[in-house]
């Protein structure tokens, strides 16, 4: 037969509840082994194609670095001068078809 408490609420006694997450989880932490936190290096084996890409990185890093803005700057200019072009035309063929519509 069930106490007096479980019968009447229908749950554990919160004594007994929180005795049985202590055993638990005592038990439960002292198996726990964390993951090996070393990932295995990919170029151990062959120490040249690191050392290669290290100074194809670096090459690369240097070429942006010292010529980033000019090619941003081009590029921005570029844009603008199409930008600017465009809308001139779009302008010049809606004037355009204003005459046309007017009979002129």
Known sequence: ????????????PLRRFIAGRMTIRSQ??????????????????HPEALRLR???????????????RPIFKSFLIAV???EVIYWSWLKLESLET???TNGS
């Open 80 to 82: 603008a001068t199409y």
């Open 98 to 100: 204003v005459q046309e």
């Open 54 to 68: 290290s100074m194809l990185t670096s090459i690369q890093r240097d070429f942006y670095k010292n010529n980033g």
């Open 1 to 12: 037969m069930l106490p007096a408490t479980r019968l009447m609420t229908g749950r554990i």
């Open 28 to 45: 439960s932490t002292s198996s726990y082994q964390p993951p090996n936190a070393q990932k295995p290096n990919p170029h151990a084996r």
